[in-house]
């Protein structure tokens, strides 16, 4: 069975600062998709970047990039220029490409990130 | 808004009691799935609809039931309640079942005294 591990049950950043947050998988599959949702104290899920395993380079969306090293089987977000409004629980999720449960997503148990003025 | 709406926002039921909770899927979107997060047990998939069939679960109780209608919208069934059934309810949505980005509803908090 697939596991999503996140290590870092929380973290804090100075603002306009980088911060990364760390997020490993286990799986014996070769295709699947991996993403980083946010959630604020407001609940929505918020899907913030995905990454297709068949595709090498890391993904990234405005000041949002992933490290992925599918070796390692590791998927690091690096936030860039943080701002008081990234401040919020960040769950790495990890989805199946084919078979029978393939559209339910596996998620880690988040990683706290307070940003601070 | 996400586009996927759910109802209620909040309930408050006591334990053995039985709760609908509600889902209208984002407009397009023929696949419904269904999230628990708890404090102990985080995020966990319950189960998934595709065009009003009934496609995977996952750590689905006995108690729990779902279904999805003509219309597409879902409804999530909770009976026999227990204080561990506390929790975060999401739906979720997505226009196929291979499409790899779906969109979540604000969810429903379950409390159960």
């Known amino acids: 069975a697939q596991t999503v591990t996140q290590s870092q049950p929380e973290m804090s950043v100075q603002e306009a600062e980088t911060v990364t947050l760390s997020c490993t998988y286990d799986t014996s599959e070769s295709d699947y998709y991996l993403f980083w949702y946010k959630q604020p104290p407001s609940r929505q899920m918020i899907l913030v970047i995905r990454q297709e395993a068949y595709k090498q380079q890391n993904a990234t969306e405005n000041r949002f990039s992933v490290n992925f090293q599918k070796a390692a089987k590791s998927f690091s977000l690096k936030i860039s220029d943080s701002q008081l409004g990234d401040a919020a629980m960040y769950f790495c999720a990890y989805r199946r490409a084919y078979g029978g449960s393939q559209g339910n997503l596996i998620f880690g148990k988040g990683t706290k990130l307070s940003v601070k003025p | 808004d996400s586009g996927v709406t759910q109802t209620p926002k909040h309930l408050i039921t006591a334990t053995g009691q039985r709760v609908t909770l509600r889902c209208s899927p984002r407009?397009?979107?023929?696949?419904v799935y269904w999230y628990q997060q708890s404090l102990d047990q985080g995020l966990q998939f319950l189960i998934q609809y595709y065009n009003g069939e009934e496609r995977a679960k996952g750590n689905i109780l006995e108690r729990f039931s779902a279904q999805q209608f003509p219309d597409l919208h879902s409804e999530l069934n909770l009976s026999s309640l227990e204080l561990g059934d506390s929790a975060l309810y999401f739906c979720?949505?997505?226009?196929?079942?291979?499409?790899?980005?779906?969109?979540f509803g604000s969810g429903t908090r379950l409390t159960v005294v």
């Open positions: 407009s397009g979107d023929l696949s």
């Open positions: 979720a949505s997505s226009a196929s079942v291979t499409n790899y980005g779906y969109t």
